[in-house]
């Protein structure tokens, strides 16, 4: 079955830090650009790191700069979402998504504008709590 699936969700305290996986099955990452985005109780899903074909193009949203890295191993077929210093509001479902290299204009626009749903895959998400 093709998918994504992401791993390494868990209970972390504040402070604490967790390596966030999203690994494809039965098709190579290398042709797309890969999202991570999150989505709190009540709240909606927002981008939160996006990267395109190289570890040096990449994208954050304000909150998490300096704190997280998105980097991508295409001999593993697997992105990685390192995640430092945690914080109670980095609390969320997280997901990651796919989008063809040639259908993106820009990383930030990916996670800024593209909506979610519509990417070519999606993984059903990890659950990552920050709490004491």
């Known amino acids: 079955q093709v998918q994504l699936v992401e791993s390494g969700g868990g209970l972390v305290q504040p402070g604490g830090s967790l390596r966030l996986s999203c690994a494809a099955s039965?098709?190579?990452?290398?042709?797309?650009?890969i999202g991570w985005f999150r989505q709190a109780p009540g709240k909606e899903r927002e981008g939160v790191s996006c990267?395109?074909?190289?570890?040096?193009?990449?994208y954050y949203r304000d909150s998490v700069k300096g704190r997280f890295t998105i980097s991508r191993d295409n001999a593993k077929n697997t992105v990685y979402l390192q995640m430092n210093s945690l914080m109670p509001e980095d609390t969320a479902r997280y997901y990651c998504?796919?989008?063809?290299?040639?259908?993106?204009?820009?990383?930030?626009?990916?996670?800024?504008?593209?909506?979610?749903?519509?990417?070519?895959?999606r993984g059903r998400g990890t659950l990552v709590t920050v709490s004491s």
């Open positions: 039965r098709f190579s990452l290398n042709y797309y650009a």
């Open positions: 998504g796919a989008v063809y290299l040639k259908r993106i204009t820009t990383v930030q626009a990916m996670c800024r504008g593209a909506s979610y749903s519509a990417m070519d895959y």
């Open positions: 990267i395109g074909s190289s570890n040096t193009n990449t």
